[in-house]
C-alpha cells in the first residue's frame, strides 16, 4: 500500500478555537478514502489543512514524498490536488467554459481533458456558454468536480458532494465519482453513510478534530456499534 | 429582464438628467453642459475604477488612492516642465531595483529567518539609502520651472557632478542588496525558481543601462530638452503612470498585505498612508498649488476649429460644438476616459487575468485552491488601480491645475460614484461616475442660467451652494431607493 497523501498529528486553530488536535490519516494511492465524523468533527478543516487554507501550527502533511504543511495553498494544489468544496464554491458570474478554464495550470489543458468531462457530465455540453449562476445546484455540483479534473491532479479533495441534492441525483454522483476513482485518488467527505461506504475502501473516523480509528471500510462495516456512536447512523 | 433592470435603471437617470437639461437650456448649452459633465466623468471614472476593482477583489477601502492621483498630477506637471528630471532620477531607481534583484538572487543561498540578522541589515540598508540620497537636490530639481523645447542646455542646478552622482548610485545597488536580504531573513526563506543566468542578466544590464544614462546625460539631456511639447506630455504621461503602478504595487505588497481580513486595521491604514502621502507631497513640492499645466500643443494653438475633423488639422484649443466652443484638451479628457473603460472592460472580459479578478472577486479562497497565486493577482491589480488614477492626475493636471488638497477632493468625488455604482462593481462605477459628472456640471448650470420644470412660469435659481450639494443629492437619491447602488448586490 503506496501512501499518496499522509497527514501526520496535525493541530489547527482557526481564531483561538483550537479545532483539529491531532489528526492522522493515510490515503493509499488509487483508492477512495473516506473521512468520516459527526458535524463539527473538523473534516472540512482537515481537508483546508492538507491545503493549506487552515495551515496546521503543528504536525507534518506529506503528499508524494513531499513535506507541503507551509506551504502557501496554490504552490500545494499546483502539485496535483483539486478540491471541490463545499456548498461548491462555482464562480456564478463566469460562464461554465470559464469556470473549467480557469482551473487550467497549462494551457490547452481543458482542450484535452473535455471529452473526458462530457463523458462524465455530459449537462455540461450542452450549458457551457451559460452563466454558472444559472445552473441548477446538481449541476453546480458536476461543475465543481469537473473543475477539479481539468488540471492534472493525483489527488482530488471532496467535500460533501451530495449536499442538497435529490435521492435521484445522488445516484448519478455516485456513478461519476466510482468512475472517477479508477484515474485519480480520491478522499471523500460526505454525511451520506449510504452513499461513502459503497464508495470507499478505506476510512478515517474523527470525533472532535481527534483520530478515533481507521482502515478498511469492510471492517468498519463489521463494528456497528461504532457507525452507530459516532455517526448515528445504521449499517 | 431582470438581468437588464439595472441598466435600465441607470439609463433612465441618466436620460431623465439630458432631457432635462435640453428642455431648459437649448441644445448648444446643454451640449456643454453635458461635455463639462463627462469630462468630470472622465476623471472620476479613472480614480474610481481603482477603487472599485480593489475593494471588489480585495475587499480594501483604499483612501490612500486619492494620493496617488495627486501624485500622478505631481510626477506629470514636473515631468512635462523639466523632462530631463528623468535623467537625474531613473538612473536611481534603476541601481535600487537592480540591488533589491541581487538581494533576493542572494538570499536563496542562505534561506534562513534571522529577525535579528534581518532588522541588522536592514537598517544598515536605510542607512546606505540615506547616505547615497543625501544632498540629492530634489527640490529645485522638481521646482516647476518649465523650460521650453530646445531651451537651455545642462546648468550647474540639473545635474550634479558625475562622480557624485556615480557615487550615488553605487550606494543605491547597496542599500537596494542589504534592504532585500533584511526583507527575506525576516520570513522564512523560500525556494523560488529563479533562472539563474536571467537573473545575473537582468542585475547586470539594469545597472548598466543606469551607468550608461548617467555617461551620456548630456546627449540625452539635449534630444529630452528638444522634444516637442507633445512628446513631452506623452513622457509626463509615462511617468506618472509608471510610478502611480510602482507605489501601488508597493503599497500593496509593504502596507496592505499583512492586514487582509481585518478592515478597521486596513482603514485606520490607508487613512494613515493618505495624510503622510499629502504631507510628503507638501515636502517635496511645497504648500503652494500650481496654476493648470499648459496644454500640449495639439490642443493649444488660440484658435476655435469649426469640427472636431478641421481640429485634426489645424489643432486649436477649442471647437465650435452646437454653436458653442468648447476646449479641445477637455474632450481629450473624455477620449482618455472612454479609451480606459473600453481597455480595463476588455482585459476584464477576454484575458485569463480579468477572468482570475472576476472570480477572485466572488470568492478569492477559492480561486487559490485552483493553484493560482492571488497575492500575486491582488498586487497587479493594485498595480493596475494606482496607474489608473495617476493617469487621471495628469490628465487632470492642465484642466484644475496642481494643488495639495486636489487628491482628497477628488477621491471623495470617486467614492460617492463608486457608492453609487454598487461597491465593487467595475460597470457600475463608470455608471456612478457618469451620472455624478453629469450631476455636477448640472448643478453647476442651474446656477448661472436658472432652472425651470416644465409648467413652472418662472426659471428656479440656485445657489451656488446647490451646485456643490448636487451630487450628494444625487448620492442620497440613488441610496433611497437601492440601497446598496445602482448595480449592487443586496446584502
Not at chain 1, 56 to 79: C, D, H, N, V
Not at chain 1, 116 to 129: A, E, G, T
Not at chain 2, 42 to 51: C, D, E, H, Q, T
Not at chain 2, 209 to 235: G, Y
Request: aromatic share 10%; charged share 15%; proline share 4%.
Amino acid at each position: 500500500m503506496n501512501a499518496l497523501l499522509e497527514v501526520q498529528d496535525i493541530h489547527t486553530y482557526i481564531g483561538q478555537f483550537h479545532i483539529l488536535q491531532g489528526v492522522s490519516l493515510t490515503v493509499p494511492e488509487g483508492s477512495v478514502t473516506a473521512l468520516l465524523g459527526r458535524n463539527g468533527a473538523g473534516k472540512t478543516t482537515t481537508l483546508k489543512s492538507i491545503l493549506g487554507l487552515t495551515p496546521p501550527r503543528s504536525g507534518k502533511i506529506i503528499f508524494t514524498g513531499k513535506e507541503i504543511q507551509g506551504l502557501r495553498p496554490y504552490e500545494i494544489a499546483s502539485l496535483g490536488i483539486g478540491y471541490v468544496p463545499e456548498h461548491r464554491a462555482i464562480f456564478t458570474n463566469l460562464t461554465v467554459e470559464e469556470n473549467l478554464r480557469i482551473a487550467e495550470r497549462r494551457k490547452g489543458e481543458l482542450k484535452r481533458k473535455a471529452d473526458f468531462i462530457f463523458s462524465l457530465f455530459p449537462d455540461l455540453k450542452k450549458l457551457y456558454k451559460l452563466p454558472a449562476g444559472h445552473l441548477s445546484g446538481g449541476q453546480q455540483q458536476m461543475l465543481a468536480i469537473a473543475r477539479a479534473l481539468v488540471p492534472d491532479n493525483r489527488l482530488l479533495l471532496i467535500d460533501e458532494p451530495s449536499e442538497g441534492l435529490a435521492p435521484l441525483l445522488v445516484r448519478e454522483l455516485m456513478s461519476a465519482i466510482r468512475q472517477l476513482s479508477s484515474e485519480v485518488t480520491i478522499l471523500l467527505v460526505d454525511q451520506n453513510f449510504q452513499m461513502t461506504s459503497s464508495l470507499a475502501t478505506y476510512y478515517t473516523l474523527i470525533d472532535d478534530g481527534r483520530l478515533v480509528s481507521s482502515g478498511l471500510m469492510s471492517e468498519l462495516l463489521q463494528e456497528p456499534e461504532t457507525v452507530r456512536r459516532y455517526l448515528g447512523a445504521v449499517v | 429582464m431582470k438581468a437588464y433592470r439595472e441598466a435600465l435603471v441607470s439609463f433612465l437617470i441618466i436620460l431623465g438628467i439630458i432631457v432635462l437639461v435640453y428642455w431648459n437650456f437649448g441644445p448648444s448649452k446643454a451640449t456643454a453642459t453635458l461635455l463639462s459633465g463627462l469630462t468630470l466623468a472622465s476623471l472620476y471614472f479613472l480614480l474610481g475604477a481603482g477603487l472599485s476593482l480593489i475593494f471588489g477583489l480585495m475587499d480594501v477601502l483604499n483612501f490612500a488612492h486619492g494620493v496617488i492621483f495627486m501624485i500622478g498630477a505631481y510626477t506629470g506637471y514636473t515631468f512635462f516642465g523639466n523632462p530631463r528630471l528623468i535623467l537625474n532620477t531613473l538612473p536611481l531607481f534603476l541601481a535600487l531595483s537592480a540591488g533589491v534583484m541581487a538581494g533576493t538572487f542572494l538570499s536563496q543561498i542562505f534561506s534562513k529567518q534571522n529577525r535579528v540578522l534581518a532588522l541588522f541589515l536592514a537598517s544598515i540598508g536605510l542607512i546606505t539609502l540615506w547616505w547615497g540620497l543625501k544632498g540629492f537636490p530634489l527640490r529645485p530639481l522638481v521646482a516647476f520651472e518649465p523650460t521650453t523645447p530646445g531651451g537651455a542646455i545642462p546648468t550647474a542646478l540639473a545635474q550634479e557632478p558625475l562622480a557624485r552622482m556615480a557615487s550615488r548610485l553605487g550606494w543605491m545597488v547597496l542599500s537596494g542588496l542589504l534592504l532585500s536580504l533584511g526583507t527575506s531573513f525576516w520570513s522564512k526563506g523560500k525556494e523560488r525558481s529563479i533562472v539563474i543566468y536571467r537573473r545575473i542578466f537582468s542585475i547586470i544590464s539594469l545597472t548598466a543601462v543606469a551607468f550608461l544614462i548617467l555617461l551620456e546625460r548630456n546627449f540625452l539631456e539635449k534630444s529630452l530638452l528638444n522634444l516637442s511639447v507633445d512628446l513631452r506630455f506623452l513622457l509626463a504621461m509615462v511617468a506618472a503612470v509608471v510610478v502611480g503602478a510602482i507605489l501601488g504595487a508597493l503599497i500593496e505588497g509593504y502596507f496592505i498585505r499583512p492586514f487582509y481580513g481585518r478592515p478597521v486595521a486596513q482603514i485606520v491604514l490607508t487613512l494613515g498612508l493618505m495624510f503622510a502621502g499629502g504631507e510628503l507631497v507638501k515636502f517635496i513640492w511645497g504648500k503652494e498649488g500650481r496654476a493648470p499645466m499648459s496644454a500640449p500643443s495639439l490642443f493649444a494653438t488660440s484658435c476655435i476649429s469649426p469640427n472636431l475633423f478641421a481640429w485634426f488639422r489645424e489643432h486649436c484649443s477649442s471647437i465650435y460644438i452646437v454653436g458653442r466652443a468648447f476646449p479641445s484638451y477637455r474632450l481629450f479628457i473624455i477620449f482618455i476616459g472612454l479609451l480606459m473603460f473600453l481597455i480595463i472592460t476588455l482585459l476584464l472580459r477576454y484575458t485569463r487575468l480579468g477572468m482570475i479578478i472576476r472570480a477572485g472577486v466572488q470568492d478569492s479562497e477559492m480561486v487559490e485552491a485552483l493553484g493560482i497565486n492571488v497575492r500575486r493577482v491582488f498586487t497587479i491589480v493594485f498595480a493596475i488601480g494606482s496607474a489608473l488614477a495617476a493617469l487621471g492626475g495628469v490628465v487632470a493636471a492642465p484642466f484644475v491645475g496642481v494643488y495639495p488638497d486636489m487628491g482628497g477632493i477628488f477621491q471623495l468625488q470617486a467614492f460617492i460614484a463608486v457608492v453609487i455604482g454598487g461597491m465593487g462593481n467595475y460597470a457600475g462605477t463608470a455608471v456612478g461616475a457618469l451620472i455624478l459628472g453629469l450631476a455636477r456640471a448640472f448643478g453647476d448650470t442651474l446656477v448661472t442660467t436658472g432652472f425651470a420644470l416644465p409648467g413652472m412660469a418662472q426659471a428656479l435659481k440656485a445657489s451656488p451652494a446647490i451646485a456643490r450639494a448636487s451630487i450628494v443629492l444625487v448620492m442620497a437619491l440613488v441610496l433611497l431607493v437601492r440601497p446598496s447602488g445602482i448595480f449592487g448586490k443586496k446584502g
